[in-house]
């Protein structure tokens, strides 16, 4: 490509991307790169005073899922004080390196540009404790000392003060440590000087609001071709054209058309962040809405694939289901690795799956609560069902149970200590963090195979730990473990401690190193790494339903108990689907298929019991009712009537029954009575 030639590409990329407008910024803005990033920062610190709160998140990250409406919810509810933005450590590396992001949900809050405080996990109290905290800091730092104010207070107090000692006193404070890269007297160096000027002399200097509220805020482009333009756009389009830079991009340099171009990407990346926001906002659309008199024919606890399956199928039966569930989607969203044993599913991914199997439920009536089930009361019928966020219950009448299972941990010294620094039990959410370091995993199964392969991709080695000599996962997952070449297996052997050291200023602890022992010799070696993720199976999350009286499988302590070779429970009503009553297969698609079953049961458990879905009846009864009204009104006119589609040919068969029994009468009735009344209407003619 010659010299002439790239500038010319470079012009056209730029006019294609260059109708812009500009709109209000999105209620949780995406970050698609450094530059974007640290251009937000700037532009908040120096232009509008917000603070910035980040998530730094991943798509296969339950944890994440679950704390994302969390995030929006409080985003629209402080939209007019702090900028919320979202930051997808597998896409960011740089930015998860820069403020040491070691585990997800990591929150971490900008105040002028600079870390303010950071806290990872979902926790919603923490959240908003924190976000308060920087909204209250950044309101009382919107001040602003400036020079006329300071001479007039001089002037009136200590007029011994002359102009250069009072420009002096100023540019001291504007280049404070507190205001550095602020060249005025902001903040908290204003308020500190305020403050001893009042000491002094009993009165301190007035300050001024250093933003205003609503000013620059909102200015964030996007991209449309169907808006008008305003007037402003109008002169700033005017402005442009009369630019040479931008007038005629051919004779720009190639630096002045990079700079263009990251430019005017950073509004396409506006627009995105829009669309991704209109997008959250069509979820609400499907949100569950309580206050209505009935009782839900069927509700379902759990959003995997058991939980979903269940959903289509009670929805195309006209149930209407409710589906509970945070919106992590069971262990299915955690797979790294491609689905490859799903049927009808090929090189794609367990989100993928998970988002498909919602969008077909949605399709056909599904509503979902985004919400964690704490109990279930089955002493009186209806069944009422409680959640975290409110104390009012959901009343059903039957209930399908597919929480699935929660992952299990080792309980050794430093385990629980470190998570969030480098302890965790799931290597899609945190492994793309340990880029280029050195982890270990420790299991045997599925999981533990899964887990190895998704961070040997990024990590320099991978140590998987098993206490057998063999492995308990499927033949062809752990034979790509133990022929990848960045995985070291090591057999026999435990880890029988984590070691934890402090990074930087902060009390924050990180994983340094791990004691392994080995189970047959006795022998133990600690070895260095900086993430420990445990992979070594999981209980069923049945932990509410310890109240309800429902039977547990004996043989597999936490596991539902199902009977007759069905999804029913000791309870009628309740129906178990996918791992909490499947202790054998515990598959996606034996998940799948359970819940479908599942919801076959209860759709014919609620037609026995003369159950169903009372609003809908009582809805088609209505319009029953409306419709024999109206019927019966059409029949009585037809007959009063003279009807133009009978002579029309149009009629149908009752209709045309009706005439011929018309005709027959006729034809049977005698001709002097029809002279008579022609006489009689003939005299009242001649009477008139």
Same mark, same amino acid.
């Given at each position: 490509?010659?010299?002439?030639?790239?500038?010319?590409?470079?012009?056209?990329?730029?006019?294609?991307?260059?109708?812009?407008?500009?709109?209000?910024?999105?209620?949780?803005?995406?970050?698609?790169?450094?530059?974007?990033?640290?251009?937000?920062?700037?532009?908040?610190?120096?232009?509008?005073?917000?603070?910035?709160?980040?998530?730094?998140?991943?798509?296969?990250?339950?944890?994440?899922?679950?704390?994302?409406?969390?995030?929006?919810?409080?985003?629209?509810?402080?939209?007019?004080?702090?900028?919320?933005?979202?930051?997808?450590?597998?896409?960011?590396?740089?930015?998860?390196?820069?403020?040491?992001?070691?585990?997800?949900?990591?929150?971490?809050?900008?105040?002028?540009?600079?870390?303010?405080?950071?806290?990872?996990?979902?926790?919603?109290?923490?959240?908003?404790?924190?976000?308060?905290?920087?909204?209250?800091?950044?309101?009382?730092?919107?001040?602003?000392?400036?020079?006329?104010?300071?001479?007039?207070?001089?002037?009136?107090?200590?007029?011994?003060?002359?102009?250069?000692?009072?420009?002096?006193?100023?540019?001291?404070?504007?280049?404070?440590?507190?205001?550095?890269?602020?060249?005025?007297?902001?903040?908290?160096?204003?308020?500190?000087?305020?403050?001893?000027?009042?000491?002094?002399?009993?009165?301190?200097?007035?300050?001024?609001?250093?933003?205003?509220?609503?000013?620059?805020?909102?200015?964030?482009?996007?991209?449309? /071709?169907?808006q008008q333009p305003s007037s402003s756009s109008k002169r700033s389009k005017s402005k442009a054209n009369n630019d040479p830079k931008t007038a005629n991009l051919s004779l720009a340099t190639m630096e002045e058309l990079q700079a263009e171009i990251e430019?005017?990407?950073?509004?396409?990346?506006?627009?995105?962040?829009?669309?991704?926001?209109?997008?959250?906002?069509?979820?609400?659309?499907?949100?569950?809405?309580?206050?209505?008199?009935?009782?839900?024919?069927? /509700?379902?606890?759990?959003?995997?694939?058991?939980?979903?399956?269940?959903?289509?199928?009670?929805?195309?039966?006209?149930?209407?289901?409710?589906?509970?569930?945070?919106?992590?989607?069971?262990?299915?969203?955690?797979?790294?690795?491609?689905?490859?044993?799903?049927?009808?599913?090929?090189?794609?991914?367990?989100?993928?799956?998970?988002?498909?199997?919602?969008?077909?439920?949605?399709?056909?009536?599904?509503?979902?609560?985004?919400?964690?089930?704490?109990?279930?009361?089955?002493?009186?019928?209806?069944?009422?069902?409680?959640?975290?966020?409110?104390?009012?219950?959901?009343?059903?009448?039957?209930?399908?149970?597919?929480?699935g299972a929660e992952s299990n941990w080792l309980g050794i010294p430093g385990e629980y200590e470190l998570r969030g620094g480098g302890v965790s039990s799931c290597a899609i959410c945190d492994g793309s963090i340990y880029k280029g370091k050195d982890v270990?995993?420790?299991?045997?199964?599925?999981?533990?195979?899964?887990?190895?392969?998704?961070?040997?991709?990024?990590?320099?080695?991978?140590?998987?730990?098993?206490?057998?000599?063999?492995?308990?996962?499927?033949?062809?997952?752990?034979?790509?473990?133990?022929?990848?070449?960045?995985?070291?297996?090591?057999?026999?052997?435990?880890?029988?401690?984590?070691?934890?050291?402090?990074?930087?200023?902060?009390?924050?602890?990180?994983?340094?190193?791990?004691?392994?022992?080995?189970?047959?010799?006795?022998?133990?070696?600690?070895?260095?790494?900086?993430?420990?993720?445990?992979?070594?199976?999981?209980?069923?999350?049945?932990?509410?339903?310890?109240?309800?009286?429902?039977?547990?499988?004996?043989?597999?302590?936490?596991?539902?108990? /199902?009977?007759?070779?069905?999804?029913?429970?000791?309870?009628?009503?309740?129906?178990?689907?996918?791992?909490?009553?499947?202790?054998?297969?515990?598959?996606?698609?034996?998940?799948?298929?359970?819940?479908?079953?599942?919801?076959?049961?209860?759709?014919?458990?609620?037609?026995?019991?003369?159950?169903?879905?009372?609003?809908?009846?009582?809805?088609?009864?209505?319009?029953?009712?409306?419709?024999?009204?109206?019927?019966?009104?059409?029949?009585?006119?037809?007959?009063?009537?003279?009807?133009?589609?009978?002579?029309?040919?149009?009629?149908?068969?009752?209709?045309?029954?009706?005439?011929?029994?018309?005709?027959?009468?006729?034809?049977?009735?005698?001709?002097?009575?029809?002279?008579?009344?022609?006489?009689?209407?003939?005299?009242?003619?001649?009477?008139?």
């Amino acid at each position: 490509m010659d010299r002439l030639t790239f500038p010319l590409i470079l012009t056209a990329v730029c006019l294609i991307l260059s109708s812009v407008v500009v709109e209000a910024r999105p209620i949780v803005r995406s970050i698609k790169s450094t530059h974007e990033f640290d251009r937000l920062l700037e532009k908040h610190s120096k232009e509008t005073g917000l603070p910035v709160i980040a998530d730094f998140y991943s798509d296969g990250c339950g944890p994440c899922r679950m704390m994302a409406p969390i995030f929006k919810k409080l985003a629209k509810e402080k939209k007019d004080e702090a900028v919320f933005i979202k930051i997808d450590t597998n896409a960011q590396y740089e930015l998860s390196g820069r403020y040491s992001v070691r585990s997800i949900p990591t929150f971490v809050f900008f105040h002028n540009g600079k870390k303010f405080q950071e806290f990872s996990g979902a926790g919603e109290q923490q959240l908003r404790q924190y976000t308060d905290m920087i909204i209250g800091k950044s309101k009382d730092e919107n001040v602003k000392l400036t020079l006329e104010s300071l001479t007039a207070y001089y002037a009136e107090y200590d007029a011994s003060k002359d102009a250069d000692a009072v420009q002096s006193l100023l540019n001291k404070c504007a280049g404070s440590k507190a205001n550095k890269n602020v060249e005025e007297c902001v903040g908290a160096s204003a308020f500190n000087l305020t403050r001893k000027l009042k000491k002094k002399y009993k009165k301190g200097p007035k300050l001024v609001p250093r933003f205003v509220p609503g000013e620059g805020a909102d200015a964030e482009p996007t991209t449309t /071709t169907e808006q008008q333009p305003s007037s402003s756009s109008k002169r700033s389009k005017s402005k442009a054209n009369n630019d040479p830079k931008t007038a005629n991009l051919s004779l720009a340099t190639m630096e002045e058309l990079q700079a263009e171009i990251e430019r005017r990407m950073d509004e396409l990346r506006d627009a995105e962040a829009d669309a991704e926001d209109d997008e959250d906002e069509n979820e609400d659309l499907h949100a569950f809405q309580r206050g209505s008199p009935f009782p839900q024919p069927v /509700t379902i606890i759990g959003g995997g694939p058991a939980g979903l399956s269940a959903a289509i199928y009670a929805a195309r039966s006209g149930l209407s289901p409710v589906v509970i569930a945070p919106p992590m989607g069971g262990q299915l969203l955690g797979k790294g690795v491609d689905v490859e044993n799903y049927p009808g599913m090929f090189n794609v991914t367990g989100p993928e799956v998970v988002s498909s199997m919602r969008a077909q439920a949605i399709e056909f009536g599904t509503t979902f609560e985004a919400d964690i089930v704490t109990r279930v009361d089955t002493s009186s019928r209806p069944f009422r069902v409680y959640v975290n966020e409110t104390d009012e219950p959901i009343e059903t009448h039957a209930i399908i149970v597919a929480t699935g299972a929660e992952s299990n941990w080792l309980g050794i010294p430093g385990e629980y200590e470190l998570r969030g620094g480098g302890v965790s039990s799931c290597a899609i959410c945190d492994g793309s963090i340990y880029k280029g370091k050195d982890v270990v995993i420790v299991g045997g199964g599925d999981a533990a195979m899964e887990d190895a392969l998704v961070l040997a991709r990024t990590s320099s080695s991978v140590t998987l730990v098993h206490r057998r000599k063999e492995f308990r996962a499927s033949k062809i997952l752990a034979q790509r473990v133990m022929e990848h070449p960045l995985i070291t297996i090591r057999w026999d052997t435990i880890v029988t401690e984590i070691v934890g050291e402090s990074i930087d200023d902060d009390d924050k602890r990180v994983v340094k190193s791990a004691v392994l022992s080995n189970v047959v010799t006795g022998e133990m070696d600690t070895i260095p790494t900086d993430a420990v993720f445990v992979a070594i199976g999981h209980t069923p999350a049945t932990q509410f339903l310890n109240n309800a009286n429902v039977q547990y499988n004996e043989a597999h302590p936490g596991y539902l108990m /199902t009977y007759e070779g069905s999804t029913k429970t000791s309870i009628p009503g309740i129906f178990a689907a996918g791992d909490v009553s499947d202790a054998i297969y515990r598959q996606a698609i034996t998940s799948a298929g359970s819940g479908a079953a599942a919801a076959l049961d209860a759709e014919r458990w609620l037609s026995e019991e003369g159950l169903g879905n009372e609003a809908a009846e009582m809805e088609a009864e209505l319009m029953a009712e409306l419709m024999s009204e109206s019927h019966a009104h059409e029949k009585s006119a037809a007959d009063a009537h003279y009807n133009v589609y009978e002579d029309a040919g149009g009629a149908n068969a009752t209709t045309k029954a009706r005439r011929k029994d018309k005709a027959k009468n006729k034809d049977k009735s005698t001709a002097p009575p029809q002279e008579e009344v022609m006489v009689e209407e003939d005299e009242s003619v001649l009477e008139l």
